[in-house]
């Protein structure tokens, strides 16, 4: 495996060569990759003077000399860029970025509700604060643009820090520590959300700044509102390594849901259950997850004292419920032990 700079600008290439020196990277420069030249490298650097070049890669950086415009993120939009960065601002991040990526990456869970008030947005919530001790990062990423926000249930409305409208006209790189570190956090949870300024999902690197925070951060939550096919939901989903549906233990939940997974199956490969229990709903859990053929991954119960605690301001620290704990705690471990298990794998 290699890094793969595609330039002929000189000055790009001693700037390279000057960082492979400290990094002892294994570096080939090329103005005409091979098929096989681009298979093996970990990482794809196109400069600006290969602008035009058309290359098919998952890590692809744009090297730009000097400031960024606006034709600089249309080149590196048309390369399918994940970053952009320059020369010489860049330096530290190409330091960190030349190097050959570590195998163990972390795990995304994506929690999208089968119906309305299903409970996504608290089971997403408390997942993320139980699963702060189990995993080194955590980061909570709201995607329902339409919502009024995760600040609210984690009470951070009035912490500055950056929220999904800051990253709309970003300039130079960012890499997943600076997009963490930049975040309002709570109880050690990062958490991206679009405050107060809604922004439609078309203007914003939706599928970038997830990529990232994948990459770098050991559990990335995602909020997701109801399914209907939203290309950015579907970007979404696709950088997914499981999904939790969550329902109510009603027939009008299961019937939804039910309709719901058979969407699913094209866009995650690991889907499992979360049944919210329902006063009145003689409906078990565990018929519920038989009947629809998918692994039930948790239970929860309907609590009103749930909102009653949040709307308080404490946050999911302010929850101090027996069985929404435990709940969230077993869901936590065995999220652990899927990022074990795929990592070992």
Not at 6 to 26: G, H, M, S
Not at 33 to 60: G, K, W
Not at 88 to 102: E, K, M, Q
Not at 297 to 316: H, K, P, S, W, Y
Request: net charge negative.
């Amino acid at each position: 495996m290699h890094a793969l700079l595609v330039t002929n600008d000189e000055r790009v290439i001693q700037e390279f060569k000057k960082i492979v020196a400290v990094t002892q990277t294994q570096l080939v420069i090329t103005d005409l990759p091979s098929d096989s030249q681009i298979a093996l490298a970990y990482r794809v650097f196109v400069a600006q003077d290969m602008e035009t070049i058309r290359i098919t890669h998952n890590d692809i950086v744009f090297v730009v000399v000097g400031a960024t415009d606006s034709k600089t993120w249309q080149s590196a939009l048309q390369l399918n860029a994940n970053q952009v960065a320059t020369i010489p601002d860049s330096r530290d991040w190409l330091i960190a970025n030349l190097t050959t990526p570590s195998s163990i990456k972390g795990l995304c869970v994506g929690v999208i509700p089968a119906v309305g008030g299903a409970g996504a947005s608290i089971l997403a919530s408390g997942l993320s604060f139980h699963a702060r001790q189990l995993f080194s990062e955590v980061v909570l990423v709201d995607f329902d643009f339409d919502s009024a926000g995760l600040d609210l249930i984690y009470g951070l409305e009035g912490q500055p820090g950056m929220r999904w409208h800051d990253f709309e006209a970003l300039t130079g790189a960012i890499s997943s520590k600076d997009i963490f570190r930049s975040l309002p956090n709570r109880d050690g949870v990062g958490l991206l959300t679009h405050g107060t300024v809604q922004r439609p999902p078309e203007s914003l690197p939706v599928r970038q700044i997830l990529e990232q925070l994948h990459r770098g951060c050991e559990l990335v939550v995602a909020d997701l509102p109801r399914f209907r096919r939203q290309s950015h939901i579907v970007d979404v989903l696709e950088n997914c390594d499981i999904a939790l549906v969550v329902t109510p233990a009603t027939v009008r939940g299961i019937t939804t849901t039910k309709q719901l997974l058979s969407e699913l199956n094209d866009q995650v490969s690991t889907i499992e259950l979360v049944v919210r229990k329902v006063p009145g709903s003689n409906l078990d859990p565990l018929n519920i997850a038989e009947m629809l053929e998918t692994p039930l991954a948790a239970t929860l119960n309907t609590d009103t004292r749930i909102v009653e605690q949040v709307e308080q301001g404490f946050g999911m620290a302010g929850i101090h419920l027996g069985g929404f704990t435990r709940s969230m705690n077993s869901l936590a471990h065995r999220m652990a032990n899927i990022l074990e298990y795929s990592n070992a794998a």
